[in-house]
């Protein structure tokens, strides 16, 4: 069964991907916030 341990590892590559992509949303929430403002206005 080393294809279950194959898609195991890519789930762990994906979970830390997304937890440092969660990181790096939260250092620039403040940036996304103000990008989504000013296309609300322009929308």
């Given at each position: ?23 790096i ?18 929308a």
């Open positions: 069964m080393g294809s279950s341990l194959e898609v195991l590892d890519q789930l762990d590559c994906k979970v830390i991907a997304l937890k440092e992509l969660w990181i949303l939260g250092w620039n929430s403040s940036i996304f916030c103000a990008l989504r403002h000013f296309f609300a206005r322009m």
